[in-house]
């Protein structure tokens, strides 16, 4: 049996890993499965070389280009051999899956002339760092179908500590680019990969429809400014689950749009599924925000773990955003070494420029926090609304919150809503007769 007959069983067997689903609850199915790819390539055969100091960006592009050419029944599968590929920023194409076998590393280049530049997102208006164009992401996909990046627990690797530096340098000249961001794009599974080192956010996927990511770890120092982990933006039937995430920023991040470019835009972010993660932040585990203004709805996070981190939940936006955030659950969290259980704050965030409407004021409604256990704990938490916009219909429900020193209150303000079984005792603001009735109801 030739190697390539060895690759091609690794692949399956791989793939159909990817694809099985447990006894407990997962979202396979939710986007169907590839269908059997009629062709299958190596990067190797395009003039690639693993050997961490060949640049590969004109390999992979030529290997997508002929993906795209063939147009092989089903599909084709790019594979990516192990060793380390060093490459500038590449895009995919539509029926094709990225598969990295077991050793691969497709490796960012520094060289940060080479990145190509891009239109910012119109939901933004400008770049989310500077004004202006924003830097291609290192693999990127746009108005894309039948998308499946995948493979043997390979990683790509961002070698984002120059873009670090030029950030906090203040010499940044353009928005750092992602890892992976798919545009306008639906039907994408990205499984069984390490992403590491990003530059800033990690995986983004904006604009796009039936979206699952599962068994994806993503690792960058904590001092990594704006790495975000998993960021679903203006994105419909989303699913992450089973993830392992240490970043310098917000693990998982919802949003949909910046101000008045994204009210004017108009996607929220809807039907968006988290579940089974772990990790560690200096800023939140999970969280909403602060970027909100498409809105963010029929959101459902639970068998959430994390430590270490400054937040456990942060529901977050501002005056300005517009939109909303409503229809929300988050269960069955557990929390070590974290300064605030809960904070759901309606002053946070900058904005893009001058010209935000400053009467835009977001609808924050039915939100429902349960099930949360937390130890080492220092704050339990902020819950803080806008004046003249009161957020409303929270519930706390069964939330226990402990630490080695007695654990700081509850602070609220503009806020309504319900707590049953709450430790430390909850705020005034969430013992109305409406709030609990509302609570009860809704368990």
């Known amino acids: 049996m030739g190697p390539r007959w060895?690759?091609?069983?690794?692949?399956?067997?791989a793939l159909s890993a990817a694809g099985g689903a447990g006894a407990q609850e997962t979202c396979s199915g939710a986007v169907p499965e590839p269908p059997k790819r009629g062709a299958w390539m190596s990067v190797a055969s395009f003039g690639g070389a693993g050997d961490g100091r060949t640049l590969n960006t004109q390999a992979f592009a030529a290997a997508v280009a002929?993906?795209?050419r063939r147009r092989a029944p089903g599909g084709a599968l790019l594979y990516v051999p192990p060793g380390v590929w060093l490459t500038g920023p590449f895009s995919l194409t539509?029926?094709?899956?990225?598969?990295?076998?077991?050793?691969?590393?497709?490796?960012?280049?520094?060289?940060?002339?080479s990145w190509p530049l891009i239109e910012p997102l119109p939901s933004y208006g400008r770049g989310r760092e500077l004004p202006g164009k924003r830097y291609m992401s290192l693999i990127h996909g746009k108005g894309l179908q039948d998308v499946f990046i995948t493979g043997e627990n390979g990683t790509i690797d961002g070698q984002g500590s120059v873009w670090w530096d030029l950030w906090k340098k203040g010499t940044l000249p353009f928005t750092r680019p992602h890892l992976l961001e798919l545009m306008d794009s639906s039907d994408a599974i990205v499984?069984?990969?390490?992403?590491?080192?990003?530059?800033?956010?990690?995986?983004?996927?904006?604009?796009?429809?039936?979206?699952?990511i599962r068994n994806v770890t993503i690792m960058a120092p904590h001092d990594s400014p704006n790495t975000d982990g998993i960021d679903p933006d203006s994105s419909s039937n989303v699913c992450i689950e089973d993830c392992y995430i240490s970043t310098g920023d917000d693990l998982i991040a919802i949003k949909s749009g910046w101000d008045e470019y994204g009210i004017a835009y108009g996607r929220p972010s809807s039907d968006i599924t988290i579940r089974r993660i772990t990790g560690s932040s200096p800023f939140a585990g999970f969280s909403v925000g602060s970027e909100t203004s498409g809105g963010v709805e029929n959101v459902l996070a639970e068998h959430l773990n994390f430590y270490s981190s400054g937040f456990g939940i942060h529901i977050k936006t501002n005056t300005g955003r517009g939109g909303f955030i409503r229809n929300v659950t988050v269960s069955d969290v557990t929390l070590d070494n974290v300064r605030y259980g809960l904070r759901i704050a309606g002053d946070?965030?900058?904005?893009p420029d001058?010209?935000?409407?400053?009467n835009a004021?977001?609808?924050?409604?039915?939100?429902?926090?349960?099930?949360?256990?937390g130890q080492n704990i220092k704050e339990a938490g902020l819950l803080k609304g806008i004046p003249n916009s009161a957020f409303s219909r929270i519930c706390l429900s069964n939330i226990k919150l402990?630490?080695?020193?007695?654990?700081?209150?509850?602070?609220?303000e503009a806020i309504s809503g319900g707590a049953l079984d709450v430790q430390p005792s909850p705020c005034t603001e969430l013992t109305s007769t409406s709030g609990m009735s509302f609570c009860t109801n809704s368990l």
């Open 191 to 212: 499984s069984n990969v390490v992403f590491q080192d990003s530059p800033f956010w990690n995986i983004h996927p904006v604009y796009c429809s039936n979206v699952v």
């Open 94 to 113: 539509s029926h094709m899956t990225l598969f990295l076998a077991r050793g691969a590393v497709i490796r960012a280049t520094q060289d940060t002339s």
């Open 6 to 13: 060895w690759c091609l069983l690794a692949v399956a067997a």
């Open 348 to 351: 946070v965030g900058g904005h």
């Open 66 to 68: 002929r993906i795209e």
């Open 361 to 373: 004021l977001p609808i924050i409604d039915s939100l429902m926090i349960k099930n949360v256990q």
């Open 354 to 358: 001058e010209r935000y409407n400053h």
């Open 402 to 412: 402990h630490g080695s020193a007695p654990v700081r209150p509850w602070k609220c």
